[in-house]
């Protein structure tokens, strides 16, 4: 997931109580990969995402990968008809 993702992910992982931090793969290099770990220190972590987006599957009712992102909803916006 890129960090964006990882902002939303996170946002649902407060919402609902979920432990883990999420964090870019590599540390120097926050463009790249994110993913979920149990703690802070990149040298003692261990991946958890996929256990997380699992509880976020069950929890709010979307399988990982599904088109709608955790915690996304209907959003505001106009419709303009085609005048032809």
């Known amino acids: ?3 964006d993702e990882a902002r939303d992910l996170g946002a649902a992982m407060k919402r609902w109580g979920i432990a ?3 964090a870019p793969e590599d540390p120097a290099t926050p463009d790249g990969e994110w ?3 149990d703690s ?3 040298q003692t972590r261990r991946d958890v995402t ?3 987006l699992a509880a976020l599957a069950q929890l709010e009712g979307t399988a990982p990968g599904s088109a709608r992102r955790p915690g996304s909803g209907p959003t505001r916006g ?3 008809p085609h005048g032809g």
């Open 1 to 3: 997931m890129n960090a």
């Open 20 to 22: 883990g931090v999420v």
């Open 35 to 37: 993913r979920v770990y």
């Open 40 to 42: 802070q220190d990149p």
């Open 50 to 52: 996929e256990d997380t």
């Open 78 to 80: 106009f419709v303009i």
